[in-house]
DNA sequence: AATTGTGAATTGATTCACAGCT
DNA sequence: AGCTGTGAATCAATTCACAATT
């Protein structure tokens, strides 16, 4: 669920700033969504608030790391060190929320210096993905060669793609895929204005 | 409408092979939904298709480019010339959508070296934009200055964010937001697995 | 025979309204 | 008095089922 990162990401702040409880009206706010979807949400894992009070930052925000399964750096791994693999790369955004980006894979592995993670090639792959137990993926390789890459990550036994090529990727059952489309999202964009 | 979007593109390859005629089942197929979603979707504008037959990719082609307004490229500009603004520049699935990045500003213009576009000052955005005519703008500074550059862009006449900040921006009515929030997406990847 | 267009049915998500705790 | 938890109501999106058209 996209909105329990957000509640997330706002207990985080609230803890910085040594806030003990919160009501589900300021959390919601500061997510930007209404309180009852809010309350809905987490009454979906059980119930955490007190009436009268609101929720504990602490105790939620454990139960929350704890449903959404980010208790520990997950490693991540990168397919294609083009422009925007490598921005990906140096993207902190990542890091504050618990993942880190390992390895680069790339055919053609020139780009090594800029990088500041070994840039591998595909050849490599099965091996690091076993010898670390990576499980994800960000796929930043151009629409042509998208396919055949995702058929060697999920091989190799990498359970979801962030993809990053706007191309539809078929992968077997149990395969997570996650599609960030950067032109549609500006096509999008330009669709909502006047 | 996200999807319309998506047909288009795919109407576009269709051409490309000099295919005259598609039906539903197949352009969606293609596009990753269920034909009556399609057929929903189209109908939303007007009756497109013949039938027995299918849509005229060529005809409906043109009733996509008219309907989704991206009757011709569209400029933009760029908020923040860090790695990922700058990635994000070098980025060609824009162009191929019909965007083009025209200018990039930054409280600090060094990084002009790299960078395909002018790079400008902040102060410089006003009357660039009002020159230029440009509605929609892409956003990559760092969260903290997120809202600050936000105000500085609508108060310009910027009327579309395309936001990778992960912040929840303030914007007057009228004015659209589209979020990009990567670690987002990743922590969303995440839950889903296993 | 094939395939669209669409009202009706279904499913899913959000919001309301308020009872129940503290 | 304040605020959560939740069944019921509403609203939105998707899918079904089939009549209409070429």
Redesign the interface.
């Known amino acids: 669920?996209?909105r329990?990162?957000?509640y997330y990401?706002n207990l985080q702040r609230l803890k910085a700033n040594q806030i003990a409880t919160v009501s589900s009206a300021a959390l919601a706010k500061?997510?930007?969504v209404k309180p009852t979807q809010l309350r809905k949400d987490l009454t979906y894992f059980g119930q955490f608030g007190t009436r009268g009070l609101g929720y504990d930052v602490e105790a939620l925000s454990r139960k929350l790391t704890e449903a959404?399964?980010?208790a520990r750096l997950?490693p991540?791994i990168l397919a294609g060190a083009g422009?925007?693999g490598?921005?990906?790369v140096?993207?902190g955004?990542?890091a504050?929320?618990?993942?880190e980006i390992i390895a680069a894979f790339d055919a053609d592995p020139r780009r090594a210096a800029e990088l500041r993670v070994p840039l591998l090639r595909m050849n490599a792959l099965h091996a690091f993905v076993a010898d670390r137990g990576v499980?994800?993926a960000?796929l930043a390789v151009p629409a042509t060669a998208a396919q055949a890459v995702v058929n060697e990550l999920v091989a190799a036994g990498i359970?979801?793609?962030?993809n990053f090529s706007?191309t539809?990727l078929q992968v077997p059952d149990g395969v997570?895929v996650?599609n960030?489309d950067?032109?549609?999202?500006?096509?999008?964009?330009?669709?909502?204005?006047?």
């Open positions: 669920m996209y329990l990162s957000l990401r500061a997510a930007g959404l399964g980010t997950q991540v422009n925007l490598a921005a990906l140096h993207y955004g990542f504050k929320e618990g993942f499980k994800m960000i359970m979801g793609i962030l706007p539809l997570v996650n960030v950067l032109a549609l999202e500006l096509e999008n964009l330009s669709y909502f204005i006047r």
